[in-house]
C-alpha cells in the first residue's frame, strides 16, 4: 500500500514537471538551461564566487557561440546535411562552461579552435550520417592537444551547483535518462567509499564541489552519442564512470567519455537514416500522415519511435526535431508517422505541409519499450487520447499482418467522431481479437473502464497520449488498484504542435 502511495505521488511530481517541459523541445529546454547557468555564473563572476570575471565569462560564451553557429551553418551547407541550429548553441555553451574564458588573443584562438573542432566532429566523424563523439568533449580534447590547455571544468563549484541539480532534473525528466546518470553516479561515488574510504562530509563535497553532476546530467546524457536503448545504460554508465573514477588510468573528464562513446559506436550505435517523402494522406478531422521511404534492413517494433529532423532554414521556439511514434507497422514497406494540426501549427509541422514526393527527412535514434509483450496469452487494455493512437494502429496492423491472435481492448478517446483515425483498420482487428470502444461524449473514467473492461485488474495496460491525458489515465488506474508494472506509458513532453 505505501508502494501504491509512493507510486502515486511520484506520477504528480512527474506531472508536474512535464507540465513545464511540454512548452519546450529537448534541445530548447537544454539550450535554456545552459543560458541559464551562464547567467548564474555572470552573476558569481560579479561577488568572485566562481574563479573568473563576469566579463569574460560573457565574452567568452557570446565568441563560441558565433564561432559554433558559423562553423554549423556553412558545415551543413557545404556538406548538404539538415542542421539543428540549437545543438551547435549547446555545444559552444556547454565548451563555455567547462573550459577556461579566453582572456586575451591566445585564449580567445583556443576556445575558437574547441568551438570549430566540436562543430566539425559532427560532420567529419561520422557513421551512417550520425556522428560518434561527443561535440563538446570531442572539441576541447582536440584543442588541448594543440595547445596543451585543456579543460578547467569551471562550471564544478558551490555556486553553480543548485542552478545544475535543479535544471538538471528537468532535463533529464525530458529526456528519460535519469536511470542513466544515476547509474554513473552510483558506480562514481560507490568507488570513492572502496577506494578511499571517505566520511559523508567529503562525498558532499565532491558532489557540490566538482564537475561530476554537469557531466552526469548535461555530458553523459548527450542524445546522439549515449545509448538509445536503456538496456545498454547500465554497461555505458559503468564503462565511463570507472574510466572517469580511477585515478591511475589518467583520463581527463572528456577522455572518458570519449571512450564511452567508442562503446556506444560499438554496440549500440545510433544510425541515422536520410528518407525520402512519398505521400500525405488525411486519416480525419485534422489529423495526417507523412509517408516516407524504408531503407533496406531496417528494423523495427510495433510501438517504437524516431526522432525526426527537418532541413528547415527557419524554426520557431519548438526547433526542427521531434520524437514521433511510427504508426507504420514493422510488417509494411513503408514508414509513416501521424500528427495533429492545431489551428496555430508549429514551424515544423507547416514545413511538412511544403513537402513534395522525393523531399528529404532524418530518422534517427531508433528506441522505445512500448511494445507488445511477446507471450500474446497476455491479456491488454489499450487507452488512447486523440493522436496518442498511432502506436495502436501500428500494433493492430501487425497483428493483422502476422495473424497474432490477442485477447486486447482499446478506449479511443477524441474530440469528436470527425478526429477519430484509422476505424477500418481496428474493425478488421476484430476478428483477432481486438475489441475497439470510442469515446466522445465524455472523458474516459473509471466507470467507463468497469463497463468496457470489466476484467481490467487481470490486463497490461498501455496508455499513449498528450501528457494530460496519460498523467491522467495513469493516476486513475493506480486508484483502481491497478499495479504501477502493469501500466506503459507512451508520451514525449513537447511533442509539439
Known amino acids: 500500500m505505501m508502494l501504491q502511495s509512493l507510486n502515486i505521488i511520484a506520477q504528480k511530481a512527474g506531472a508536474r514537471l512535464d507540465k513545464v517541459n511540454d512548452r519546450f523541445t529537448s534541445y530548447r529546454l537544454a539550450l535554456y538551461f545552459l543560458l541559464v547557468l551562464i547567467g548564474w555564473a555572470a552573476i558569481g563572476g560579479i561577488f568572485n564566487k566562481v574563479p573568473y570575471s563576469w566579463y569574460w565569462i560573457l565574452v567568452s560564451a557570446g565568441w563560441l557561440l558565433a564561432v559554433c553557429w558559423l562553423a554549423n551553418k556553412l558545415l551543413s551547407k557545404f556538406l548538404d546535411i539538415p542542421a539543428n541550429k540549437e545543438s551547435s548553441l549547446i555545444t559552444a555553451l556547454i565548451l563555455a562552461l567547462i573550459m577556461a574564458p579566453g582572456q586575451n588573443g591566445r585564449g580567445l584562438v583556443i576556445t575558437a579552435v574547441a568551438g570549430l573542432a566540436a562543430i566539425a566532429s559532427k560532420y567529419v566523424i561520422t557513421w551512417r550520417k550520425s556522428h560518434i563523439f561527443n561535440p563538446a568533449a570531442a572539441g576541447a580534447f582536440i584543442a588541448g592537444q594543440f595547445f596543451n590547455q585543456f579543460p578547467s571544468w569551471w562550471v564544478g563549484t558551490k555556486f553553480m551547483t543548485p542552478v545544475v541539480v535543479i535544471g538538471g532534473v528537468f532535463v533529464l525528466r525530458k529526456m528519460k535518462r535519469f536511470t542513466l546518470a544515476l547509474v554513473f553516479l552510483a558506480v562514481y561515488l560507490l568507488y570513492l567509499i572502496f577506494t578511499a574510504n571517505p566520511d559523508g562530509h567529503f562525498l558532499w563535497l565532491v558532489l557540490i564541489s566538482t564537475q561530476v553532476l554537469f557531466f552526469a546530467i548535461i555530458m553523459l546524457t548527450e542524445p546522439l552519442t549515449s545509448p538509445a536503448a536503456a538496456k545498454f545504460y547500465l554497461p555505458y554508465g559503468l564503462l565511463v564512470a570507472l574510466l572517469y573514477s580511477i585515478t591511475r588510468l589518467g583520463l581527463s573528464p572528456e577522455e572518458a567519455l570519449l571512450i564511452g562513446n567508442i562503446f556506444t559506436f560499438a554496440l549500440a550505435a545510433n544510425r541515422r537514416y536520410e528518407l525520402n517523402f512519398i505521400r500525405r494522406v488525411k486519416e480525419a478531422d485534422g489529423i495526417f500522415s507523412y509517408v516516407f521511404s524504408r531503407p533496406a534492413k531496417f528494423q523495427y517494433q510495433a510501438g517504437q519511435y524516431l526522432e525526426w529532423t527537418l532541413a528547415a532554414s527557419r524554426s520557431d521556439s519548438r526547433g526542427n526535431r521531434r520524437y514521433l511514434t511510427l504508426s507504420s507497422s514493422p510488417s509494411e514497406k513503408e514508414l509513416m508517422f501521424t500528427v495533429k494540426h492545431p489551428p496555430q501549427a508549429s514551424a515544423f509541422k507547416r514545413k511538412l505541409d511544403e513537402f513534395k514526393p522525393g523531399s528529404k527527412i532524418l530518422a534517427s535514434r531508433l ?131
Open 367 to 497: 528506441a522505445g519499450s512500448f511494445r507488445l509483450p511477446a507471450d500474446n496469452s497476455q491479456k491488454l487494455a489499450f487507452l488512447a487520447g486523440g493522436v496518442g493512437i498511432t502506436p495502436f494502429r501500428s500494433m493492430a496492423r501487425q497483428m493483422i499482418d502476422a495473424s497474432d491472435k490477442r485477447d486486447a481492448v482499446l478506449l479511443y478517446s477524441a474530440a469528436s467522431d470527425a478526429e477519430i483515425s484509422f476505424q477500418q483498420l481496428f474493425k478488421s482487428a476484430e476478428e483477432l481479437g481486438l475489441r475497439t470502444g470510442y469515446i466522445t461524449d465524455r472523458h474516459i473514467d473509471d466507470a467507463v473502464i468497469r463497463r468496457d473492461i470489466p476484467d481490467y485488474d487481470d490486463r497490461f495496460f498501455y496508455l499513449s497520449g498528450p501528457y494530460g491525458f496519460v498523467n491522467a489515465m495513469e493516476s486513475l488506474l493506480l486508484k483502481m488498484g491497478v499495479i504501477y508494472e502493469h501500466i506503459a506509458t507512451d508520451y514525449f513532453p513537447g511533442y509539439g504542435e
